[in-house]
């Protein structure tokens, strides 16, 4: 190879270089200016997200926010409209009439007493019926899965429930809250889909290789790793039955045995304006209705704030297990 060849080839080489060099920074260039547009769009999406759930949060919170404000204020100053953010004429008026009466202990703890009792039996019962259901090899599995959602659509009518609970001995009794609807199809549904996609089948045909029975497994697979969908059952069950008050209206007619929600309809109707009871109240009618509308207000705050309180400490399970159950099968 001459000298002429040589330099030719390192010219070529050096060109070659030159020529890879701005290629490769043309495509940094390209790259860098893909990523400050992907980056300035990721800010807009954020904030408009961040906008959205600012927007749904107030629509969401104001409501509870507002029947607080509302319990503590006047209730002609709350007609007015002057109690928008901030209590107007502040008053605990409502609260005390509320707690004067005696059976607002006894409904707060005849209250929890069925809410325990009943979430326990109710999640059971959905854990019983979902796990063999989730069970693609179940005899019967589609007959039984068509029967509960049946009677998720159809149902006997309150005086048929009523005859059918008073011929089992359960009137006046605590178990005719819970046991005649002790299994809610709907989360029994969600419950099925959480062990059926969200639960490795492999681990279960593992456990039945090892020699496990299928309570074996139920009881040292399933219940373990369904704590999310676990939450979601007991939020749905606490709510169910901390807020049910006809159930307990029809088949509890002792006032010794009314829960909260009960009791407080028992307050907000003695609290009813009447020619009689204006009578009896300083300031006659006017008096008695601002009383009744405090009183509203204060029902309100009382019967909902146990729910508010015990919510955020489930809520992260909450989320997880609702989505994970919500997948269609």
């Keep these: 190879m001459n000298t002429k060849e040589i330099s030719r080839n390192g010219r070529g080489t050096s060109e070659g270089n030159e020529n890879g060099r701005s290629r490769s920074g043309g495509n940094r260039n390209i790259v860098n200016r893909t990523i400050k547009t992907r980056g300035l769009s990721d800010r807009k999406s954020d904030f408009l997200l961040v906008t959205l759930c600012v927007v749904i949060l107030v629509i969401i919170a104001y409501p509870l926010y507002y029947v607080l404000i509302a319990s503590v204020s006047d209730p002609y100053e709350v007609y007015a409209g002057k109690t928008f953010l901030l209590p107007s004429g502040f008053t605990m008026k409502g609260y005390q009439a ?95 889909n959480y062990f059926e996609h969200s639960i490795p089948g492999e681990m279960m045909e593992a456990a039945e290789i090892d020699g496990a029975s299928k309570w074996e497994i139920f009881i040292r697979i399933i219940i373990p790793l369904s704590k999310a969908i676990m939450a979601v059952m007991v939020v749905f069950s606490m709510v169910a039955y901390w807020n049910d008050w006809f159930t307990a209206l029809i088949y509890l007619p002792g006032a010794e045995k009314a829960p909260l929600p009960l ?62 159950g919500a997948v269609k099968g």
């Design 98 to 192: 509320v707690f004067a009466d005696d059976g607002i202990i006894t409904g707060y703890l005849n209250s929890i007493r069925y809410t325990v009792i009943g979430t326990l039996y109710s999640v059971a019962m959905i854990y019983l019926t979902a796990y063999p259901l989730s069970n693609r090899d179940m005899p019967g599995r589609k007959f039984f899965s068509i029967f509960f959602i049946i009677t998720m659509y159809f149902g006997g009518g309150l005086i048929p429930t009523y005859l059918v609970v008073k011929n089992t001995g359960l009137i006046n009794n605590m178990g005719a809250l819970f046991l005649p609807g002790g299994v809610a199809v709907g989360n029994m549904i969600i419950a099925r």
């Design 263 to 324: 009791v407080l309809r028992g307050i907000l109707i003695k609290s009813t304006t009447s020619a009689s009871q204006a009578g009896m109240v300083s300031g006659g009618y006017a008096e008695l209705n601002k009383l009744t509308e405090l009183i509203k207000f204060a029902s309100i705050t009382v019967a909902a704030a146990p729910m508010l309180v015990v919510y955020p400490f489930v809520q992260k399970y909450f989320d997880k297990g609702f989505m994970a």
